[in-house]
């Protein structure tokens, strides 16, 4: 009896000792997950603590195993596509693609448009792919004339071209710029004059912003009189830049 009491309280102090063992998923050491093929991270059993207790191709996220994304930003995919929850591609490929809004550029786009049948009937597609309000009946079209043998831009003329900035942008088209000169002088000189004068108007369009696609240049000569007549009066309604559009 004596025996048995000796073995009971040795038994009892070795239990005092070791304390109660870890239930899983509880642990103190990697040890105690081992069978689950685990690790012991901050007293728990997890799949992983890093990435090298994951396969190869996979990451540790969350103390979970999860694939490798195939990005982590837009400059790691190829072809302008973009990172889009680890993955390499487009927001989308047709409008449908976007609900409400208008794919622009492989990107869904309120409010965005790709031509001027994406918008209201009021309003038109913009250079920036969005629709905005017309504003052609408050655009004036009219041409801008020159001095003689002159394709520089007088002041009034540089006023008018800054109004035509926004109505240049939000044309539908492309406006063509055509110039024009008087019938005096060579049909060779008056082609080149007329050119400049088209160009001339351009130069100045594009630096107040407008984008040069946005704009063609073509010159006539003097083959496109809108005055018929040999004196100043008709040479100089014809000295002009025309806007086609």
């Not at 994406?118 to 009219?142: I, K």
Request: glycine share 10%.
């Amino acid at each position: 009896m004596r025996r048995v009491a000796m073995l009971v309280s040795l038994g009892a102090a070795l239990f005092a000792l070791t304390g109660c063992p870890s239930t899983y998923p509880k642990c103190d050491s990697d040890s105690a997950c081992k069978d689950h093929n685990e690790v012991c991270v901050q007293g728990q059993c997890q799949e992983c603590s890093g990435d090298q207790n994951c396969k190869e191709g996979f990451t540790c996220q969350g103390n979970k195993c999860q694939p490798k994304p195939e990005c982590t930003a837009d400059s790691t995919c190829p072809n302008g596509e973009k990172c889009l929850a680890g993955k390499c591609g487009f927001e989308c490929t047709q409008s449908t693609d976007c609900g409400q809004g208008k794919c622009v550029d492989h990107a869904c786009v309120v409010g965005g448009c790709n031509a001027t049948t994406d918008c209201n009937g009021n309003e038109t597609c913009g250079d920036d792919h969005m629709c905005h309000a017309a504003v052609t009946e408050a655009c004036n079209w009219d041409a801008v004339r020159f001095g003689f043998n002159e394709a520089t831009l007088s002041p009034d003329v540089q006023s008018q071209l800054q109004g035509l900035v926004a109505c240049i942008k939000n044309a539908p088209d492309k406006v063509t710029l055509e110039g024009n000169a008087d019938e005096r002088g060579t049909e060779e000189y008056n082609l080149q004059l007329s050119n400049r004068r088209a160009n001339s108007v351009k130069k100045y369009l594009v630096d107040l912003g407008v984008p040069a696609s946005k704009l063609g240049t073509v010159g006539y000569g003097s083959n496109r009189p809108v005055e018929q007549g040999h004196d100043e009066a008709a040479w100089s309604a014809n000295r002009r830049v025309d806007f086609k559009h």
